[in-house]
């Protein structure tokens, strides 16, 4: 999932300024899990801009809405022409959905009210740690399931560096050394093999970005469909 925490009032609240009507959107998929970014959050959010314009004596319409999936077409067409009818969307969406709602509003503007922060998973109650760095070549399979991408801060892929101890990373004695779960991982994989191999540089190209991925199947099945018609 994408882990993204709520913006500092004072910034969402100035990054509003000057718009009379006034939508906040909500994600009802990651950031919602997250409590960041649901219909909940979005309640929240509106109350407290509500009560803020209402000191200041600004006259604001604040409506409220909240869709499956701000990165998905499909679930804001049908509010668009609703959203349409503000002056900005305050959107509480990761990053992604941020854009995809400023492409399909514009030229109204899509306000973000979150820092989206990495692609992690939920530990526990109210608490998230980040998994992956969507690095584009996986290679969890060689370290045991446990990527020392997004877990080791210093992503080496032959550790651990010299500062690993007692189980703990040097830049933060509370933090797991990455590489100290891998290698008691593939211990009990019977895999001691990759510890002792050294392995080359990544091949960072494969993260190309901007990325894009097409489904080609799905693509000819959706035109064979059209053309049937
Ligand atoms: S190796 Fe790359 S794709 Fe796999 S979990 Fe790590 S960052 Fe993500
Ligand atoms: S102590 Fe472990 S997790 Fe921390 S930087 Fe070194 S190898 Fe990476």
């Known amino acids: ?10 910034e969402i609240k100035d990054s509003v300024q000057g718009h009379k009507k006034l939508l906040i959107l909500g994600c009802g998929t990651c950031v919602s899990v997250c409590m960041a970014g649901g219909e909940k959050e979005v309640e929240l959010l509106a109350s407290q801009l509500r009560m803020a314009n209402k000191l200041d004596n600004k006259d604001v319409e604040i409506g409220e809405a909240t869709i499956q999936r701000q990165c998905d077409k499909e679930y804001i067409e049908p509010i668009l022409e609703m959203a349409r009818g503000y002056d900005a ?7 992604a959905g941020v854009q995809m709602m400023a492409d399909l509003v514009e030229p109204i503007p899509a306000i973000p009210a979150l820092n989206t922060r990495f692609i992690g998973v939920a530990e526990g109650e109210g608490r ?14 060689e370290y045991g399931g ?12 032959n550790g651990p560096c010299g ?15 990455a590489w100290a779960l891998i290698c008691e991982r593939l211990v009990r994989q019977d895999k001691v ?30 035109m064979e469909e059209v053309h049937s018609q």
């Open 163 to 177: 500062g690993s101890q007692g189980g703990k990373c040097e830049t933060d004695p509370n933090r797991d050394c």
């Open 146 to 157: 446990i990527c020392p991408i997004a877990r080791c801060p210093k992503s080496i892929l």
């Open 89 to 95: 969307i305050l959107s509480m969406a990761c990053g």
């Open 128 to 141: 998230w740690s980040e998994k992956c760095r969507a690095c584009g070549n996986c290679v969890l399979g």
């Open 1 to 10: 999932m994408i882990v993204g925490e709520r913006k500092p009032f004072e």
């Open 193 to 222: 093999d990759n510890i002792i191999k050294i392995t080359p540089p990544k091949d960072f190209r494969s993260q190309d970005f901007p990325a894009t991925q097409v489904n080609e199947d799905y693509v000819k099945a959706e």
